[in-house]
């Protein structure tokens, strides 16, 4: 047996204790930190079987830290690392892997995971946390100190500000208070400063703080604790993490209470089109202030790799777009994958920053930090009460008939043909729920029959931060049927597609072929319709195409399945003939990918269609923007031609597969498919845009529209096409 000392220093006391005791065996599945600065940080190790060892960082998030840290004894957590982040890697055996957890386990032991010591990874995964200062273990014996103040180890802070003004909805000057207990209560005006006005109003949702002062309150009944000696350094996230104290009082010194004015953000106001303020935005996260973060830099979007992604870090860049600080941090691609060829996987902010460009960006590289570890956030703003619009009928609260409160009264909307998925990607971003997967316009099956229609011919951009910004007509709802009634389904998983433009770009040429190979693409409408005439000699015709390849990836957090059910795929019959494996890697044309079979271009192919535009294809005039030839991509096949070396392929074309996109795969059509080309024949030379949208329609929901449309500039002469400066500009559908 071993005497070991240990050392701990307690606050209330001011002394530092140490206690002798015997070494002995750690309980089973004990955790530990290693390689901290502190006893609240360092790599996370489990003890089994006898033997240390450490936890693979896949598809970790908060809710796995918070249990950590509660197991560990701590009351909450401040943020999770990936790859031992500075801690270093660990020894020995690697026990636990793909570690998932609800958030309210009270043991890892509780939450689901591979058998133990069953993984993939390496030492250069290891997992660790950074947990809060405040102990569960020093409970007890800080509360023996009946004359001292309580410690808060059993609650994390949550503040307001009440305001001097009863009629505001949302405040931003007033006195702060806490909760605890059910209640709310004040916070004194002792050592009460600017930088913890800082850090409190970020926590309420604004990007900063205008001034701080004591005042006294005119209420003060029912006083049972005051939150005082409140320290913080700016760099918190929430008063949480600060130092303070909370007694019984029932008053503050010299009955000085805590003031405190915050700068409203543009998201307290709900202006439009606020996702991307100088060099940094959220994508894919269906709310505003959520989302997977991208720094422009070196002259593109690139997503921010796990690594080294701290709240430090988060809070520069909620701040900058607007908001408060940093509510939530996460990795591991929480929300899609970005599609750069690059990730910026360093980057180095105190938290004080007041925008990313301050910080050190040491890195940007895609070794070693796949896109499947893109960083994600959820900042701090503000919350509105009043939402003036709300979701009735529904099996769940993230669907039903869409109800806005006017005149003193709740309506339905009338779901003319205007009620699309924008309309519905502005009711759920205004909501909290996500992102729009479905706009109903005949939503009679949850309801409201005898509701009174409210709005009428309602048209969104999809951008609008509430549907009250949308036009509408709250009059004239004579055109509108009592079965008209519009109704949303939100959530938070859904695909993102993203074209590959490198490929597109490199891959455009033309080719002038006989009409004897293009009967069934005349059959598609795939041809200018100057092919379409009566002369005997037809077949013996060339049309000049300009083709190209399309690779389209799933990006997102779920399959991109067909909007139509299988049995209402449309069957086109034309005459079949061999059959070619056409798929290859994006970044690799010379590999064919086995089982991939989609028609030659001198082939005639029976095939259903399960979506009867997946992609439209564009010539624009320079000048005006205008279409002046037209292609289009008639989804006959839908299928994981490729896909990244962590996933494996499930949908496939041959027969009647299923058809679809998964995560992490692509579907390839080579510029040597039928339809994969516009047909330019009657197009004069001369310079053009060529314009790809994917899903142009948007019948099949995604988390991120923006990155859809793809426009190169084109020099066409009468020998060759080249294409140049592509990039991805947005959604214009």
């Not at 048209?459 to 009059?475: A, D, F, L, N, W």
């Not at 997102?556 to 069957?571: I, N, S």
């Not at 494996?581 to 994006?586: R, S, Y």
Request: charged share 20%; hydrophobic share 35%; net charge negative.
């Amino acid at each position: 047996m071993i005497f070991v000392g240990i050392c701990r220093w307690f606050v209330v006391w001011g002394v530092l204790l140490c206690e002798v005791a015997a070494q002995t065996e750690p309980e089973y599945h004990s955790l530990r930190l290693v390689g901290g600065h502190s006893e609240f940080e360092g790599r996370v190790e489990i003890y089994h079987e006898g033997e240390w060892g450490t936890i693979c960082d896949d598809n970790v998030n908060m809710d796995v830290a918070e249990v950590l840290c509660r197991q560990l004894g701590f009351t909450g957590t401040v943020t999770y690392h990936f790859g031992g982040h500075d801690f270093g890697p660990g020894e020995g055996p690697i026990w636990v892997d793909d570690l998932t957890c609800d958030g309210e386990e009270e043991s890892i032991t509780s939450c689901r995971f591979q058998p133990w010591g069953v993984n993939d990874c390496s030492h250069k995964e290891d997992m660790a946390v950074e947990c809060q200062t405040t102990s569960l273990r020093n409970l007890a014996l800080e509360s023996l100190a009946a004359d001292e103040p309580l410690r808060p180890t059993a609650f994390v802070i949550e503040v307001k500000i009440q305001s001097v003004n009863d009629n505001i909805v949302q405040p931003s000057i007033g006195y702060l208070f806490f909760k605890k207990e059910g209640s709310w209560y004040p916070v004194c005006a002792e050592d009460w400063d600017m930088t913890d006005g800082f850090v409190a109003c970020g926590e309420l949702g604004f990007p900063g703080v205008r001034g701080v002062k004591g005042g006294v309150l005119s209420e003060r009944t029912d006083i049972q604790y005051v939150l005082n000696d409140l320290t913080c350094n700016g760099r918190e996230s929430n008063l949480t993490d600060c130092r303070y104290t909370v007694s019984t009082d029932s008053h503050c010194l010299n009955d000085m209470y805590a003031m405190i004015s915050c700068v409203r953000g543009p998201h307290v106001d709900f202006t439009p089109d606020s996702w991307t303020k100088r060099g940094v935005r959220l994508k894919a996260g269906g709310l505003v202030n959520r989302g997977r973060v991208e720094i422009y830099t070196y002259s593109a979007w690139h997503p921010v790799c796990d690594v080294t992604w701290t709240h430090a870090i988060a809070n520069v860049v909620c701040r900058q777009l607007g908001f408060g600080s940093a509510k939530t941090i996460h990795g591991g691609a929480f929300y899609g994958m970005g599609f750069s060829d690059r990730t910026v996987s360093d980057i180095g902010c105190t938290g004080m920053e007041k925008s990313i460009s301050e910080c050190k960006i040491r890195a940007l590289g895609s070794v070693g930090c796949p896109h499947s570890r893109d960083a994600g956030v959820v900042c701090n703003i503000p919350e509105r009460q009043e939402q003036n619009v709300r979701l009735a009928g529904g099996r769940y609260s993230h669907e039903g008939r869409v109800e806005v409160f006017i005149g003193g009264e709740w309506g339905t909307i009338c779901s003319t043909t205007q009620w699309n998925m924008r309309a519905a990607e502005v009711v759920c971003r205004q909501l909290g729920f996500g992102h729009a997967a479905q706009a109903l316009r005949m939503a009679t099956y949850y309801g409201g029959l005898n509701t009174a229609f409210a709005l009428n011919n309602v048209r969104c951009t999809g951008k609008e931060m509430r549907i009250q910004q949308c036009y509408s007509s709250p009059t004239n709802f004579h055109s509108c049927w009592r079965g008209n009634i519009a109704g949303v389904v939100c959530m938070n998983e859904l695909p993102d597609l993203a074209p590959h433009v490198e490929l597109m770009e490199r891959s455009t040429h033309l080719e002038d072929r006989n009409m004897m190979f293009l009967q069934c693409a005349q059959e598609e409408n795939c041809l200018s319709p100057s092919a379409l005439h009566e002369d005997v000699d037809w077949v013996y015709g060339v049309r000049r195409l300009l083709c190209f390849t399309a690779s389209v990836s799933n990006r997102g957090l779920d399959d991109f399945r067909p909007f139509v059910a299988k049995q209402q795929w449309e069957w086109h019959s034309c005459h079949r003939s061999d059959f070619k494996n056409m798929a290859h890697h994006p970044d690799t044309p010379e590999y064919k990918t086995p089982g991939a079979a989609k028609c030659y271009f001198n082939s005639l192919c029976r095939h259903y269609h399960s979506m009867n535009v997946f992609a439209t294809y564009d010539l624009l005039d320079i000048t005006t923007g205008q279409p002046v030839a037209h292609g289009h991509k008639a989804s006959f096949c839908l299928e994981d031609a490729l896909c990244d070396p962590d996933r494996r392929a499930k949908y496939a074309c041959i027969g009647l597969q299923d058809q679809g996109i998964s995560v992490g795969c692509y579907d390839v059509y080579e510029y040597n498919i039928d339809c994969q080309w516009i047909d330019i024949t009657d197009i004069l030379p001369g310079l053009y845009i060529l314009q790809v949208h994917i899903n142009p329609e948007r019948k099949v929901a995604e988390t991120d529209y923006s990155n859809n449309l793809v426009r190169c500039e084109l020099l066409y002469t009468m020998t060759h096409a080249q294409a140049g400066n592509c990039q991805i500009v947005g959604d214009a559908s």
